[in-house]
Structures are given as structure tokens and as C-alpha cells.
Nanobody, 116 residues
Framework: QVQLVESGGGLVQSGGSLRLSCAAS????????MGWYRQAPGKQRELVAI???????NYADSVKGRFTIFRDGALNTVYLQMNVLKPEDTAVYYC??????????WGQGTQVTVSS
């Protein structure tokens, strides 16, 4: 089992920055990919960014060039640096992790609100 705890959400003005953190605990040696999804009111949950165990990254088109995902050397914390935030980035952001058996884990979510 893997437990994920997010932090770093909040309220920011358009054009501002926030950094989200996700700390993993439990069977962290089994983690393969980690990443971030988000869900805005009335919309489906969508991928924001993902980073593999080998540190390859993939981003949603809507955040490319503005968001950066990275993880620490111990592989148990993943970060999402969000710059030039826009009102449409407002959502609950969820940390994600999976293992080689395709078991998926989710954090509890952290609210990000960008005011115009």
C-alpha cells in the first residue's frame, strides 16, 4: 500500500505561482509513475503531468511551458511547480502514483484557485 499526502494548494492571482507537493509513504519502493491530475467543477478528472521512475515527463497541452513536474532523489516526493497560473487552472489537484502491477493510488486532493 502507498499513501499520498498533498500540500501547497491555495488562492493566487492570475499570473502567479504555486508549488504543490505530494509525499508518498508505505511501499514506496514499488512506485513506478507519479503525477498530478485535476478536476474542475462539472468536469472530468484530467491528467496534468506525469513523471516516470526514470524521470521522463509528460504534460497536458494546456500546461506545457508553465508547469514543471519533478521528484526528489528518494522517489518518495513529487512536486508540481505551477507558473503563470490562469483562472482556468482552478481545480482540485490530485496526486497520483502507480506500480508495476498497475495498482493506482490517489491523494485526498488540494484546492487551487486562481482569481482573475
Amino acid at each position: 500500500q502507498v499513501q499520498l499526502v498533498e500540500s501547497g494548494g491555495g488562492l493566487v492571482q492570475s499570473g502567479g505561482s504555486l508549488r504543490l507537493s505530494c509525499a508518498a509513504s508505505g511501499s514506496i519502493f514499488s512506485i513506478n509513475n507519479m503525477g498530478w491530475y485535476r478536476q474542475a467543477p462539472g468536469k472530468q478528472r484530467e491528467l496534468v503531468a506525469i513523471i516516470t521512475r526514470a524521470s521522463s515527463t509528460n504534460y497536458a497541452d494546456s500546461v506545457k511551458g508553465r508547469f514543471t513536474i519533478f521528484r526528489d532523489g528518494a522517489l518518495n516526493t513529487v512536486y508540481l511547480q505551477m507558473n503563470v497560473l490562469k483562472p482556468e487552472d482552478t481545480a482540485v489537484y490530485y496526486c497520483y502514483a502507480d506500480n508495476l502491477r498497475a495498482v493506482v493510488y490517489w491523494g485526498q486532493g488540494t484546492q487551487v484557485t486562481v482569481s482573475s
